[in-house]
């Protein structure tokens, strides 16, 4: 009789433990990143019935002495995303885990709500871990934006075609051809392509102006062979230009590769000439307009100069057993001893994808919680019964020695 006291009062303390865990994820149903947690209920300290002394022949009595609720289990099953607007802010679509630091300890976690301190450093939003990159030898490191922040002017060096010089045409001009000097000024050029195929075959000579119709150089040619593809010796065309208050520029025109057919060529198409400016190599200052980050987790920042410049990238952690991780509240996750992390790039293996201006919410099923409220009510209402009849049970004992 005492035996069914002591197992209802462990029904009643494990079901109390229930109701900790359950409030826990239902208080936590709206907390970005945040994993549920299940108690596990195991049955304890069975005695049991011997027809003799010796302990050897069994009866076949088994009599349980309750419950016992001190081992919690962790869902790591993925919740969904919500976007956010902000470019810091990102979700993990798969089983990684974003890494951080803390003061040489690293920690783990799936709340990828971002920002760069005033010192240049990717923190996590309070400002208390930092987030780490890997580079490209696999090995850990910040990311910091400080060095990205502005890209300086690049001078112009080269400057490529792409299209067709027709055989037909006698002559073509291509304007607004672009080049920037030292200090990031752009300058506009022009040149015409005369055809000089009466002298030599499939041959163009050059006469360069400035945006103002100042002659600048006129002593280029270039040759096509007679498949029409650029001619080894004359693919290219190097002269020099000194723009207003910069130094000299000393530029190459790059009509491709020579019997290459994906650049400039020479066919015939009647008069018409489609030849035009492709790239230029050069550009002026620019200022951080953005940061961009890839399925890989590459950062990149984006400048008003429209230059884009990769400077880091996200190192994901996968764990071959996720319950051997320690939850330590804001999102964040330690690993026990025995517990190892194998570091990579996103998108390797399982650790998932990078998902920018997300974050991913708590994975927290109200429907499931408040079901297992029921059963947890249910269960301590029950041993609560238990208690009761045990105490009439042993008031009548009592009453009946009396």
Known sequence: M??????????????????????????NVNTAGYKSSDLVFEDVFYGYSYADSSGRDFSGGQYGEGVTADTTTIRFNQGEFRDTGNDTDVAIDGNGFFVLENRGDYYYTRAGQFDFSDDGYLVT???????????????LVNINISDFRTTPAIATSEVTFVGNLSTGA????????????????????????????AVTPRSWLLQIRDADGNIIDTGGEIRFQGNGSPAEGFNQYSFTYSPADSEPLTLTLDFGEPGSFTAATS??????????????????????????VDTEGRFFAKYTNEVSTQFAQLALAQFLNQQGLETLGSGLFKALPGTSAEYSAATVGGAGSILQGKVELSNVELSQQFTDLVVIQRGYQASSQVLTVANEMAQQLIEAIK
Do not use: C
């Open 2 to 27: 005492l035996g069914s006291v002591y197992t209802g009062m462990s029904g009643l303390a494990s079901f109390s433990k229930g109701l900790d865990v359950l409030s826990q994820n239902v208080a």
């Open 125 to 139: 939003r309070d400002g208390g871990s930092k987030v780490m990159g890997i580079n490209p030898s696999g090995q």
């Open 170 to 197: 006698s002559e073509h001009v291509v304007s607004e051809v672009e080049v920037h000097d030292a200090v990031g000024n752009k300058s506009t050029l022009s040149i015409a392509f005369n055809n000089n195929s």
């Open 267 to 292: 066919f015939s198409s009647g008069a018409s000439s489609d030849l035009a400016f492709d790239t230029q190599n050069g550009n002026a200052r620019g200022s951080l307009l953005s940061i961009d």
